[in-house]
């Protein structure tokens, strides 16, 4: 368990691995956002948490497709059905690592990013709770997604179009507690509500992810 | 370890490919598949690995014994020769790679990444993960593939000293290799009837 999560992390981190590619879009989308909206600070600044969020949900879509389709090129997925380790562990441990390497350093980066947004200093403390409960949701969910499109050639597409629904509950709580936070609101309710789906993705869908790799391994 | 199978039905892509498969694996014994490309060797050994169910009879003492070598190797191009071996040994509970690295002649490749491997090392890297597996049945889906003279001898005599020490083999081959302990399977006797209820199945 700990030697799979082992080496999908040096392989996110040597050469051709991916890692930044999501950080680097994140901070195109950051930077252009303002050229686009115009030098009005105060509007900037209102819809600084909302491009946040949005940024961050795009920006962790953008990695998902190769979740499983490496494993499933070359083999190695087939190996891993046949390993002692449940399949179950093998998704959540792979959406960890895409967590750990996409996720967590994007909700790092969003306060850094926030200044180029102008938001407002109540913010930088509700954006960071706000991404750092609800990414992991984007990537246990995009692991669904790459489950179900594995093996599919070109399977991107159709697995933005999946995805994207189910992103939007996290994306709607997620945003919302960063709004109210900015705003010096109380965030209590999509806070809970935020942490609940991400709890309650993470507790069922390594279970769905896992029956679907079954069928697509076929 | 012994494995069992009964009138065992298999298909691909929903057409029913083999029907009526009898026989038994023993300990220390070899099996070799025998039978024209489309025959269905692949899918057989798919299914006694488990990756894919029986569409009618039943595998007995087939879990968690077996380990699975496929057409590919299962290999990261960015990962050295012993982090890939040192990955699956911890897959699957094992921790000693220098014996796998020794017989199968890897020790100079050791530190190399296993993209910059020639087909043939790959192969050989493959295959070296099945004695880091420790599991007693193997199942290989034609192993010799790119080996060279000089591997496939030392290949044949890895096989036969994991037949001598209770192991047990099922390969798809065609090649000879040698292994005293071996019998022969044809398949062609067993393609299925044309006509044979196919079913849709992917997602039953």
């Given at each position: 368990m700990?030697a799979?999560?082992?080496?999908?992390?040096?392989?996110a981190f040597?050469a051709?691995?991916?890692?930044?590619?999501?950080?680097?879009?994140?901070?195109?989308?950051?930077?252009?956002?303002?050229?686009?909206?115009?030098?009005?600070?105060?509007?900037l600044?209102?819809i600084?948490?909302?491009i946040?969020?949005?940024?961050?949900?795009?920006?962790?879509l953008l990695s998902?497709?190769r979740?499983f389709?490496?494993?499933w090129?070359d083999?190695?997925?087939?190996?891993?059905?046949?390993a002692?380790?449940?399949?179950?562990?093998?998704?959540?441990?792979k959406?960890?690592?895409?967590?750990?390497?996409?996720g967590l350093?994007l909700?790092?980066?969003?306060?850094?990013?926030?200044v180029?947004?102008?938001?407002?200093?109540?913010?930088?403390?509700?954006v960071l709770?706000?991404?750092g409960?609800?990414?992991?949701?984007?990537?246990?969910?995009?692991?669904?997604?790459?489950?179900?499109?594995?093996?599919?050639k070109r399977?991107?597409?159709?697995?933005?179009?999946?995805?994207l629904p189910?992103?939007?509950?996290t994306?709607?709580?997620?945003?919302?507690v960063?709004?109210?936070?900015?705003?010096?609101?109380?965030?209590?309710?999509?806070?809970?509500?935020l942490?609940?789906?991400?709890?309650?993705?993470?507790a069922l869908l390594?279970?769905?992810s896992a029956a679907?790799l079954?069928v697509?391994l076929? | 370890?012994t494995?069992?199978?009964q009138?065992?039905?298999i298909?691909r892509?929903?057409r029913r490919?083999?029907e009526?498969l009898?026989?038994?694996?023993l300990d220390?014994?070899?099996?070799?598949?025998r039978?024209?490309n489309?025959?269905?060797?692949?899918?057989?050994l798919r299914?006694l690995?488990?990756?894919?169910?029986?569409?009618?009879g039943?595998i007995?003492?087939?879990?968690?014994v077996?380990a699975?070598?496929g057409h590919?190797?299962?290999?990261?191009?960015?990962l050295?020769?012993?982090?890939?071996l040192?990955f699956?040994?911890?897959?699957?509970?094992?921790?000693?790679?220098?014996?796998?690295?020794?017989?199968?002649?890897l020790?100079?490749?050791?530190?190399r990444?296993?993209g910059?491997?020639?087909?043939?090392?790959?192969?050989?890297?493959?295959?070296a993960?099945?004695?880091?597996?420790?599991r007693?049945?193997?199942?290989l889906?034609e192993?010799t593939?790119?080996?060279?003279?000089?591997?496939?001898a030392?290949f044949?005599?890895?096989?036969?000293?994991?037949?001598?020490?209770?192991?047990?083999a099922?390969l798809?081959?065609?090649?000879?290799?040698?292994?005293?302990?071996?019998?022969?399977?044809?398949?062609?006797?067993?393609?299925?009837k044309?006509?044979?209820?196919?079913?849709?199945?992917?997602?039953l």
């Open positions: 700990i799979l999560l082992r080496r999908d992390l040096a392989i040597r051709g691995g991916g890692f930044g590619l999501s950080i680097a879009f994140f901070l195109i989308v950051t930077v252009l956002v303002p050229f686009g909206v115009g030098a009005d600070v105060t509007l600044s209102k600084a948490p909302g946040l969020w949005v940024g961050a949900l795009l920006a962790c998902l497709d979740l389709a490496l494993d090129e083999g190695s997925l087939d190996l891993l059905a046949t002692p380790l449940p399949l179950e562990m093998v998704v959540s441990v959406a960890l690592a895409h967590w750990l390497t996409t350093p909700v790092l980066v969003a306060p850094a990013l926030g180029l947004l102008n938001l407002p200093p109540s913010g930088y403390l509700w709770v706000s991404l409960l609800g990414t992991p949701a984007l990537s246990v969910i995009g692991a669904f997604g790459a489950a179900l499109t594995v093996g599919l399977g991107g597409l159709l697995l933005s179009l999946l995805v189910l992103y939007v509950p994306l709607i709580f997620g945003a919302e960063a709004r109210r936070g900015t705003a010096g609101q109380s965030v209590d309710t999509p806070l809970y509500l942490a609940g789906v991400t709890l309650a993705v993470i390594p279970f769905a679907v079954r697509n076929r | 370890m494995i069992h199978v009138n065992l039905s298909g892509a929903g490919v083999l009526g009898d026989f038994t694996l220390g014994r070899a099996l070799v598949l039978g024209p489309g025959i269905g060797k692949t899918t057989l299914t690995a488990g990756l894919q169910p029986a569409l009618a039943k007995t003492g087939a879990d968690d077996i699975y070598a590919s190797d299962g290999l990261k191009a960015t050295t020769v012993t982090e890939n040192l699956w040994s911890e897959i699957f509970g094992n921790d000693d790679i220098s014996k796998a690295l020794t017989q199968f002649d020790e100079a490749l050791a530190h990444p296993a910059g491997l020639s087909a043939g090392q790959k192969r050989r890297l493959g295959l993960r099945l004695l880091v597996t420790g007693p049945v193997w199942v889906d192993p593939v790119s080996l060279d003279v000089a591997s496939v030392r044949a005599k890895i096989i036969s000293h994991h037949l001598d020490t209770g192991g047990s099922i798809a081959t065609h090649i000879d290799l040698g292994l005293p302990m071996a019998e022969t399977l044809d398949l062609t006797p067993y393609r299925a044309p006509g044979a209820a196919s079913q849709d199945e992917a997602f």
